[in-house]
Each structure stands twice: as C-alpha cells, then as structure tokens.
C-alpha cells in the first residue's frame, strides 16, 4: 500500500480518478476543480515489463507512482440566465490516446467538458545585460545579438552593421539575453465543450477509434468529436414530452472499449441498454436490454431508490459489463440477458436500516466499481473508508473487505463464500459477500459520512487506487 497525498480542506476531497491505457499515468480530479497527475515511475529505473524484470536480478516491483503535476481545470460559474451557481467539481476523467511525447485528457464539471494536452515545454530565462564600449568596442555588435552569425536588422529587434555605439556608450541601455533554458511540465487547454446539456453531466467516455466521445446527463446522451468544439449529436433522448411522465433518468454510460460503435447506458430503474449507433442515428431503441426481474413480494418504498445503478463498466475484453447499485454488485455477460452471470452483496446488511440512510441522504450515495485487467477480480467501495473485493475466477471463494487506510489490514477480513464458477462458464447468479446485519468487519457500527466512493483498477497490474475523501491510496496483491 502506498499513501499518495494526504490535503488539508474540503476543496480537496477527491471526486474522480482514472488510469490510463498503459498504467504509467494516473489522474485525479477533486471538488476545487483541480486535476492532479501521477506518474509511474517503478518501470523507468529497472526496464519495461514484467516479464523483463523476471529474467533479471531484479525482483518484480509493485507498481510505484509519484507527483507529476497538477493544473487547474475549472472554474466555479454563474448561469445569469437560470441563477443558476455551476461548481468547478471534477466529475469525471478520461485519458485520451497520448501523442509526440503528450499526455491528453478530458475532464468535466455539470455542465462543460475539456480537453487538455500535457506536456514538457522548454522555459526560457531571461536576464538583463548592459552594454560595455570599453570591452566590446564602440562599434562592435554583442555576440548574444547575432543570429547564424549575422547581424540582424532593426525590424526583428536587433542592431543592425550601421549603428555605432556613441562614446562612452549608452549606460541606461540595458538588452535581454537568454541565460538558461528549465523543461517545465505545461498543461494547455485544448478545446472547450460547454452549452450542450440542460441538466448535469454524469458521464464522459472516449471510444476505441480516439477520434469521439460521449458525454451523458440526465437525460441525454451526446456524441462529440474530438476536434470539433461546437456541435455534438445527441444520439439518445429519453425526455418525455410530459415532463411529468417521466419515471427513469441517465446515471452513467459508456463506450465499448473494441466496437466504436456500441455503446451502454444505465437507468435509475436498475436497467443498462446496449445500443449500437450503426442502426439509426437517434438511439432510443436499444439492442439488448439487461435488468434483473424484481422478486415476487418484495416491493417496497425503497426498491427503486436501492435499485438504481450508479455505476457501470466494461471488461478488457468487452464481453462482460460491470454494474454496481446500491446493495450489489452485478456481472452481466452481453450475449446474455436474461439477467447477471454473477451477483455480489456490498450492502445487504443495510437493508434493515434503510429508513436512517434515506434520511441522512445516504441511501442517494453513488459508488463507483472496477474490474481487473484480467477479468479475474472485481471491486467497489463501502462506507467507513472500506472497499470490497470478489473473486470472479473457477473455484473462487475471494470476498476480502479492507479499509483505506495507512493500515489496511486492520479491518481485514475473509468472508466465507459458496464456490462459484468462471465468469466463462457462468450461467447462474452466484451471490457471495454477505455481513452481519449493521456492522463492520470488526463489529464496530458503519460511519455513514466517511464513504469510498471513487476507485480504478490498473489496466495491467494487480492493483486498486481508491479515494478516501481528501486521501489517495494504493493497494496491490
């Protein structure tokens, strides 16, 4: 486990994270508007992959990542026309493909979404020189004021072969010269993609074809180019004509990480719809819808509050889809949906306290989950600064709960499962993870206002970064 950084105030509390293709880059986003970049730096002292490291001397090495730098992303605003007051919160990230040495990325508040380039820029110093007759000659031409070896003229700034210095000189004549040159890390914002949503953006993602990406709210789902700024398509509308009609929203949506062309979106009814835009140019219709039939007689006030999914995520390989609510997570296979290849309890001990969380607002938390670059391992945070762990390979019975912490292990536990089977030959839900009702791993009562919400997986290691407030951990197995 490595501590990252530790910040003082509530502007600070990290509110996104994300790594990048590769793993060597990590970013974070928090409440003040600021992106803060990491950056591996394990891999540059001892060669490049893991394989490399394991026929050297050199043991294998857990991913390390240092500060890089940091920028400001955005601003707060006032909409004069709605009175309406826009946060410079960091709702999400997105690395883009990196290019000639730069680092590009998308991040975006409510309502406008940037694009930044990220890269090393020689910084010149300048410094003042006074002109000496005595040493250089009356007529003579400072040597830092030729260009290849020429004079250059008046109309580029420079003395030209016919100007002479006066006797005894000009000693309030004071010229800047160049005296070293610093590579300084400079982020420069791109492109900016503002006035396209009504309500707030909860989603961006990029496609495989690094040329477009899609932004969602409420609402709506817009599709963008990369290098046009000013038009987007909204490729999904789910706005009714009678607002009052309305019964589910947008909570989050994503790219296939292969097909550019499908894409899935998640509704507040614990639905996800898998589109695929080469039908038709407006989405409404979905190619496969996947939601779990509700159980005979369990309906009550709270199941379509607990029901709606926060968050959702492909796999590596896009064959499986990731959704977390607020009580489980869930395993969806694409080419299956009659319902989950796989179900895992997070907050089944809750639900007899479900009347305080609704009160306290608690039960409205949107958790964010995670899977393992290979498909093996799945995740997602809890309350009192915990996150969970599950297995998902044959003959698993992983179901680890740690906390984030300087001492992660103190809250450990190993919660004894039913053996389930790969996600490759799933055809069941396997349900595994459950907790004694109301408590913790150690028997204390959950801390409803410290919640892990935000957390990746890296795409190549076996590692988690996870947000605990104003905190940023590392966890590795």
């Known amino acids: 486990m490595i ?20 793993g060597d880059h990590l970013a974070t986003g928090d409440r003040g508007g600021r992106v803060v970049l990491f950056e591996r730096t394990d891999t540059k002292d001892h060669g490049g992959s893991r394989k490399d490291l394991e026929e050297t001397d050199y043991p294998v090495r857990h991913p390390e990542f240092r500060y890089k730098t940091e920028f400001q992303s955005h601003e707060p605003e006032f909409d004069y026309l709605k009175s309406l007051e826009i946060e410079e919160k960091i709702n999400k990230i997105r690395w883009c493909q990196p290019a000639n040495g730069a680092l590009f990325l998308l991040s975006t508040n409510d309502k406008t979404i940037k694009y930044w380039k990220v890269q090393e820029k020689k910084i010149k110093k ?34 030209s072969n016919e100007y002479s210095f006066p006797p005894g000189g000009i000693p309030s004549l004071r010229l800047p010269v160049v005296t070293s040159q610093e590579t300084n890390l400079v982020a420069r914002c791109r492109r900016v993609y503002a006035h396209a949503h009504d309500y707030h953006i909860n989603s961006i993602s990029n496609s495989s074809d690094g040329e477009t990406f899609i932004s969602a709210d409420d609402l709506r789902v817009n599709l963008w180019n ?40 998640s509704s507040s009814k614990g639905s996800i719809r898998l589109i695929d835009m080469r039908q038709s140019a407006l989405c409404d219709s979905h190619t496969k819808l996947f939601e779990e039939p509700e159980a005979p007689g369990s309906r009550s006030f709270f199941t379509e509050i607990i029901a709606s999914i926060s968050d959702i995520k492909f796999s590596k390989d896009g064959r499986y889809i990731l959704s977390r609510d607020y009580m489980t997570l869930k395993l969806w296979d694409i080419n299956m949906d009659s319902g989950p290849v796989a179900s895992y309890q997070v907050h089944e001990h809750l639900r007899p306290r479900l009347c305080d969380l609704y009160e306290n607002d608690s039960i409205f938390d949107k958790f964010e989950c995670c899977l393992s670059g290979d498909g093996l391992r799945v995740a997602t945070g809890s309350y009192s600064n915990l996150f969970r762990v599950f297995g998902a390979s044959q003959g698993s019975t992983e179901a680890a709960t740690l906390e984030a912490s300087k001492n992660p292990m103190r809250r450990q536990i190993q919660t004894p499962a039913r053996p389930s089977r790969s996600i490759g030959s799933m055809t069941r839900v396997v349900r595994r993870g459950s907790e004694s009702p109301g408590t913790e791993a150690n028997g204390n009562a959950y801390d409803f206002t410290t919640k892990l919400l935000h957390m990746a997986w890296h795409p190549t290691e076996n590692s988690i970064a996870c947000a605990a407030a104003n905190s940023l951990y590392m966890y590795y197995a």
């Open 3 to 22: 501590l990252f950084a530790q910040f003082s105030s509530a502007v600070d509390i990290i509110s996104a994270i994300e790594f990048d293709k590769s």
């Open 226 to 265: 990369l290098e046009i700024s000013n038009q987007s398509f909204n490729i999904v509308d789910v706005k009714p004509t009678n607002m009052e009609d309305l019964t589910e929203v947008i909570t989050s949506a994503e790219f296939h990480p292969i097909h550019c062309n499908m894409l899935a979106y």
């Open 126 to 159: 300048i410094s003042e020189m006074n002109i000496d007759p005595s040493r250089e000659g009356s007529s003579s031409i400072p040597p830092q004021l030729v260009t290849n070896g020429l004079p250059a003229d008046k109309d580029h700034g420079y003395l």
